[in-house]
Structure formats: structure tokens, C-alpha cells
């Protein structure tokens, strides 16, 4: 069994069942880079409060500066026995110091309550700049490609999944533009709300005075490579809240789970248009699969993953939510299942961002059968009432008109455009033929929108 940061009450050991239930190093590794530059930070402060004298800071600096380099190299080997991240840290200490009572300092003042919130937050801060800055800028970027190319194309818009009228495919397209820049906008937030705080302990905070705490934040962060000089440090403000809150993970994994639902309307769209039905749309090759059995298939498996890991991450919310929700102040061991759901869902999430920029790039639109499409008449149903409007017929009186004229032309099977300028005029009076005719034009219907800042 690997040593561990408590004991000395405990006649026992560990049952070995109890050791692997509770073990959270095979996930919480994630956190190792985190929590070393936190045990810098904490070395520091003890110096300066005179816990440590500068030998020993020093010592102990320098083999933190050395494991911190291994893990960004991924040269340190994570003891899959230590009961977590913080532990196995600590482990690794005493065996390149072989000077135990010095390692055992650093825990001076310290606890992995107090630890772990500070690691998982300068995490979620990475990662958030990691999703911000490339991620879902390359997504939007690709995207932006694909408009570029198709910007004058008009398809029919749908709703209830019905025709309803044409619109622009750089409109329909730059919605999912639109969503993940809220997205972005909602990430960064979150982002700049997110306080790194030190100093609370287990619960009740440390012997180390708040100006002690205040004096060492500033500019905390400068010697960090991966980390924002632009990060702020701070001195808990209530340590029974810095311990306990995980609001800041359900918001993240919150704001997740809506971006994997905004990805995962995008691929139901894609999907549809990849139909023999539809047409609209063809996939690369290199993004889809085939079928063991059915040599002519050509699935668009990633769609259907990414609509299908929306489930994922909304169950990842539903789980620290219900984690949470009946949990008495302050920490309880139960937080220990926050991580594997926020790990999962920023892993999933960047992915299919990835994978979707690719994607994107690679769609080719079957530009004559969407035209095809725009032939259907009731396309322009809306803008044949315009046309009554124009003419001074009241609104819902011209609704009520042309809904006659298209259960007609249903129910004939003549369109509307055939059918005789006397004809028209028993539906209205104002019904012109020629004029009609020309309504049957995508770009005059999309033109027509002027409430559209273009």
C-alpha cells in the first residue's frame, strides 16, 4: 500500500477493497501539473512566513521545478497505488529528497481540501483558454470557410422539418456561428469569475494572516509557461465556502453540455441533408464509415456520435448537480466524483470541435437539387400574402386567400403558376398572373426580408 497523508489515529490498516473504492489517482492525475505549481507557490509563503527557513524553500523548490518539468514532458510515472494526485506528489518529494521531516513541511498550513479546489481551478481556467482560443476558433473559422464559398447559395428554410421559406444558407449556417460564440462569450465569463483562493485549510482556515496570503498573490503566476500572466491569485474570503463551492464546475460543465447540444443540432442537420431523400449535402469519405454487411453504405457515424454525446455530457451535469444537491458544509468525500464528469466533458467537447472543423471543411453541396427544391410553390406562400398586403387586402384576409389557392393547387395538382389569370382571379381580385409568376423566385424572396441587417 503507498503512503498517505493521514494516519496516526488509525490501529488498522486499510482494507484493500476500501483502498481501490476510495483511489482517485487514475483520473485526478489530470491534476498534477496544477497541484505541483501550488505546492510552489504554498513553499514560498512558508518561507516568507518564516515556517521554512531558505535552505529548505529552496530545496524544496528546486524538486518541484524538476517534477513540474516531467509531467509537461510526460516523463513522470503516476504511482497508480497512491490513494490520489496530492499523495503520489508528496511520495515522489520524500524519495528524491530522502529527507522525509522536510517533505512533511510542505503540509504545514495545507490540506487537500484547500488543494484540490485550487488545482481543479487553474485547470478549468487552462482549458476554457485552450477551448476559447483554438478550439472553437478553428470550428468558426471553418465554418466561415465553408460561407465564403456557398455565400450567394439559397435553400429552403424548414420549420416543424416542413418547407416554409427560402433563406439564405449563409444565414442558416452562421446561426451555428452565432451559438458558438455565445458559447465563447459564456466560457469567458465563467472564466473571469473563477477566484484561485489559498488559505482556507480543511475548512476553518490557516495560522498565516490574510495580508501574508495577499502579498504572495501578486503575480503568482509569471514563471508558469501555460499559465495567463493576466490570472489573479487571491486570499480566501470564507474558507468553509472556498472549500465546499463546486458551482464553478456545474457551471462549466453546464456551459459543456449546451455546446455539445449546439454541435449536436448542427450534425442532425448534416445528417438529414446527407439523405437520398435530401440531397443537399455531400460528406468526405475520410468522415464517414462503412457497413460490415451492406457494401453500398456510407455512414455518417461522427454526426451521430457527436448528436449522441450531447446524452454524455447532460448526464455529466445531472450527475455533480444530484452529487451536490443534498450535501451538508463543507467538503465531503463525495466531491471527489466532480472531476471525472468535467475531465469527460472538456475532452468530449474539444473533440468534436476538432473533428467537426474537419468536417466542415470537406462538405460539398449539391448546389441543382437544392435548387429543385426551391421550385416547390409553397415556398412563396408568405410572399404572395405580402403581395395581397401590398394591394391593401387586410393581413389575415390574405392568409386566409392564399391558403385557399395552395389547398387548391394541392388538390388539383395544377401549380399555381399554370394555372389561368381568370383562374387566380377567383381566389382575389388582386391576383395577377404576371405578377405572381415573378414571386416565384428565391433571391426576389430573400431580398424582400429588409428586416435582416445585411
Same mark, same amino acid.
Given at each position: ?131 476559447? !482560443? ?141 439523405? !437520398? ?83 466542415? !471543411? ?70 395577377? !398572373? ?21
Amino acid at each position: 500500500m503507498a503512503k498517505k497523508l493521514w494516519g496516526g489515529r488509525f490501529d488498522k490498516e486499510t482494507d484493500p477493497l476500501v483502498e481501490k473504492f476510495t483511489r482517485s489517482i487514475q483520473f485526478d492525475s489530470k491534476l498534477a501539473l496544477y497541484d505541483v505549481i501550488g505546492s510552489i507557490i504554498h513553499v514560498k509563503i512558508l518561507a516568507k512566513t518564516s515556517n521554512l527557513t531558505k535552505v529548505e524553500a529552496d530545496t524544496l523548490i528546486k524538486a518541484l521545478n524538476t517534477i513540474y518539468k516531467e509531467i509537461r514532458e510526460g516523463k513522470l510515472a503516476f504511482d497508480v497505488n497512491c490513494e490520489d494526485i496530492h499523495t503520489n506528489i508528496q511520495n515522489e518529494l520524500e524519495k528524491r529528497l530522502n529527507d522525509g521531516n522536510l517533505v512533511l513541511k510542505l503540509h504545514m498550513a495545507r490540506s487537500r481540501n484547500d488543494q484540490v479546489v485550487f488545482a481543479t481551478k487553474l485547470y478549468c481556467k487552462k482549458m476554457i483558454e485552450i477551448l476559447c !482560443k483554438h478550439d472553437i476558433e478553428e470550428f468558426i473559422s471553418s465554418l466561415d470557410s465553408l460561407l465564403a464559398q456557398n455565400k450567394d447559395v439559397i435553400m429552403p428554410g424548414y420549420t416543424h422539418m416542413q418547407h416554409a421559406q427560402p433563406v439564405l444558407l449563409g444565414d442558416y449556417l452562421g446561426t451555428y456561428k452565432l451559438m458558438l460564440l455565445r458559447d465563447k462569450e459564456r466560457f469567458i465569463y465563467i472564466a473571469d469569475n473563477l477566484k484561485i483562493t489559498m488559505g482556507a485549510g480543511a475548512l476553518a482556515g490557516t495560522p498565516i494572516s490574510y495580508k501574508e496570503y495577499s502579498e504572495a498573490a501578486e503575480n503568482v503566476f509569471k514563471e508558469f509557461e501555460e499559465l495567463s500572466q493576466a490570472w489573479k491569485l487571491s486570499p480566501t474570503e470564507n474558507s468553509l465556502d472556498s472549500v465546499s463551492d463546486r458551482d464553478f464546475i456545474i457551471e462549466i460543465v453546464s456551459a459543456l453540455s449546451i455546446v455539445a447540444m449546439h454541435l449536436s443540432r448542427l450534425s442532425e442537420d448534416l445528417i438529414i441533408w446527407s439523405t !437520398k431523400e435530401f440531397d443537399f449535402i455531400e460528406i468526405d469519405e475520410a468522415f464517414c464509415t462503412g457497413s460490415s454487411l451492406m457494401p453500398q453504405k456510407k455512414n455518417p457515424d461522427v454526426l451521430e456520435l457527436v448528436r449522441g454525446y450531447a446524452g454524455r455530457l447532460n448526464g455529466n451535469l445531472i450527475s455533480v448537480l444530484t452529487m451536490m444537491k443534498g450535501l451538508p458544509l463543507t467538503y465531503n468525500r463525495d466531491m471527489q466524483l466532480d472531476k471525472e464528469p468535467l475531465f469527460n466533458s472538456f475532452e468530449i467537447v474539444s473533440l468534436e470541435l476538432k473533428v467537426l472543423a474537419g468536417l466542415i !471543411k470537406t462538405l460539398k453541396f449539391n448546389k441543382p437539387k437544392i435548387e429543385e427544391c426551391l421550385k416547390d410553390e409553397s415556398l412563396y406562400a408568405t410572399d404572395l400574402v405580402y403581395y395581397l398586403v401590398d394591394k391593401k387586402v387586410p393581413f389575415k384576409q390574405a392568409h386566409t386567400i392564399i391558403g385557399e389557392l395552395i389547398k387548391y393547387s394541392i388538390s388539383s395538382g395544377k401549380k399555381i403558376k399554370d394555372m389561368s389569370g381568370v383562374k387566380l382571379k377567383e381566389f382575389s381580385e388582386f391576383l395577377n !398572373k404576371e405578377d405572381i409568376i415573378k414571386l416565384f423566385d428565391p433571391k426576389k424572396s430573400v431580398e424582400s426580408k429588409l428586416s435582416i441587417k445585411r
